[in-house]
Structure formats: C-alpha cells, structure tokens
C-alpha cells in the first residue's frame, strides 16, 4: 500500500498534467485566432485599387463615367458608373482573371490596379 507522501505527490502531478492540458487548449485556441486575424490583414495589405475616369459618350464631357477595380492577387471587384444626361448606371462584377469579360476602361483600371495600386487615371 502506497504510502501517504507518494499519493500526495501523484496527486499534485496529476493536478499539473490538467493544469497543462488546460493551457495548451487555451493557447491552441488564442494561436488559431491569431492566425485568422493575420490572413485578414494579408489580404488588406495586397489590396490594390485602381481606376479610370473617362466619358462614356461623344456628347457627355466632364469624364463622370468610371470604373474602379479592387484588386486582391488575381482576383477582385470592379464597379463602374456610366454617366449620361439623363441617368447614372452603376455595374459591379466580380473579377476572376481569365473568366470575367470586360470592357476597355475596366481592363485599364484592372491594370493599373495591378500596375500602380491606389491611382486613379484619365484617358
């Protein structure tokens, strides 16, 4: 029979062991939503914006028609506005290279989204 000094020992080892495991959990836990909030702000940091002002119609000056590409790597939002005297249309598409057709102006503000980040241009 074990005598009292060695259960005392097993108990206060068995109290570490769950104290431990207890902790590694928390630390599991707190390390996954680091990590979540870290490829969050990845994907902020390679955010590049780019777009292209110009007049959508020979008898519309003032270039108030636009398109705006939001970039993220190869993939991305493109919202354009085309303005003509009598309304406003607003067009907002997801871009996937290589399966979304644009136009001119939205391939331009693509390309300068992915060229310069953060310009906006006239032709």
């Excluded at 000056?61 to 003509?84: N, Q, Y």
């Amino acid at each position: 029979m074990p005598d009292i000094l060695t259960l005392i020992i097993l108990g206060i080892l068995s109290l570490l062991i769950v104290t431990l495991f207890i902790m590694i959990l928390v630390l599991r836990n707190n390390m996954k939503r680091l990590e979540e909030r870290q490829k969050s702000e990845l994907i902020l940091s390679t955010l590049s914006i780019g777009g292209i002002r110009y007049d959508a119609f020979q008898d519309v000056s003032g270039k108030l028609s636009f398109s705006l590409a939001f970039m993220a790597g190869e993939k991305g939002i493109i919202l354009t506005s085309i303005h003509t005297r009598e309304q406003s249309y607003l067009y907002l598409k997801p871009y996937d290279k290589d399966k979304t057709s644009l136009t001119e102006e939205e391939k331009k503000a693509v390309e300068i989204a992915l060229k310069d980040g953060y310009t906006i241009k006239d032709t």
